[in-house]
Structures are given as structure tokens and as C-alpha cells.
């Protein structure tokens, strides 16, 4: 049974997504969140214009080959950080600075995305590809998400991605990683935040036409695939 679903209903879900500065509407009308978030956001650049509280990792050679950039929100915290990778690489975002847990609390990794032509070559079981929203420090080896297939998203996608509660002094890290593709990706409003009281979340995607996808993958295909 989908509890998020059960708990906050087809007519909350929207309003609690509205809490959070996730909810389906334009980036220009997009309110700063309202829930306070304790990872960093994108608003803060270094001189380079890139987010100043998060590292571009390049995992493959070829990743020196991508294009990271930042898009300029209204506000600030709406910057989305732009991964054009023109040949086939590995290439993760990742925070820099540990992301302080509370023992005893369950918390929600939130982040928005939008996929232009992303093309992977490969099982993504048996070899990495696509896209993955990973928690680290959390779970053991840490929570992900996955996106795989080829093709585009419609428009700006939520991924949400309960966290079950840390043990005493543990740290988080948030990693946006892109594995062995080509394409272009955009993230914007990254954040954790604690679940609210009464509500038991479960993974999953919450796409432009009010669909929710559950479940700890998207799959996403051109009209060639069908």
C-alpha cells in the first residue's frame, strides 16, 4: 500500500509540496521554500559561478569533456546547476560538507530535476548508467534513487527519498550522480528536510501532470522505444 498516498491524499499532496517550493508551477511564480532545509542549496557561486557548497566530481576521462554551468533562479535558492555531457562519462554534484542528522528523526531528500536526450549505453544493472539521487552516511551503504531509459522528462520532475533515522552523530551527504550517458541534465532545490509528523513517505516521482510514480526508479523512453 502507498502510505504517502493514504496519508496526505490526492487534493495535500500539492499543498505539502507547495510547503516545500516543489509543487507544480513556473520557476518565475516559484516561492522560496518554506520549509527550512538543512543541506546547502545552489544560491550561494563561487568564482568559478558554480555552487559554492558543492563539488563537480568527474569519475571517467571523458567527463572532462561536460559542461557544468548554473541557471539563475528567482529566487537565489531556485538555481538550477545545468551537467551538459556531449560523450559518454561518469560525472556526479556532490556536497562538500557533512549534512548533520538528528538521532530518532526520519528525514526526506527532495530534489527537482529535468532530463533533455539523455542516451545510455548498457545494462543499467549490470553497469551503472543513468541518473542516481543517493544519501550517503544513511542505510548503511546510503538510499538512491535511479532514473534510466533514454529520452526526456516532460518537464521539471520531484524526487523524494525518505531517509530512515540516522544513528547518534551521523552525517549525510547528498550526491547527484550521472553514470556512463550522454545528455543534459538540470537540478535545482536540492534539500533535506525532516518528515512532518504523521506522515510515512515512500520513495518516488512526482512528475508535471500530477502523476505520482512509487518506487526507487523512473523509467523514461522516446516514442522510438514504445
Known sequence: MNF???RLGA???PVFLLLLGSAPRSAAD???RR???LSPSFASLDKDRLPAAWSIVPKTEDAKLAKVTV???RPPANNAILMDIPKEATLLVETKAPVKLGPGKEYLLVVEMKIEDMHTIGHWFQRPTGIRIRATGVGGGGKYLSVRGNGDTDDWVTAMLPLP???PGANCGIS???HNM???IRFRNPMIIPVPPGVEAESCFILQDGYLSFGGTLAIYTKFDE
Open 4 to 6: 504517502f498516498h493514504k
Open 11 to 13: 487534493l495535500a499532496i
Open 30 to 32: 516559484r516561492p522560496a
Open 35 to 37: 520549509l527550512p532545509s
Open 71 to 73: 541557471e539563475p533562479g
Open 165 to 167: 533515522a540516522p544513528a
Open 176 to 178: 547527484l550522480q550521472c
Open 182 to 184: 550522454t545528455g543534459k
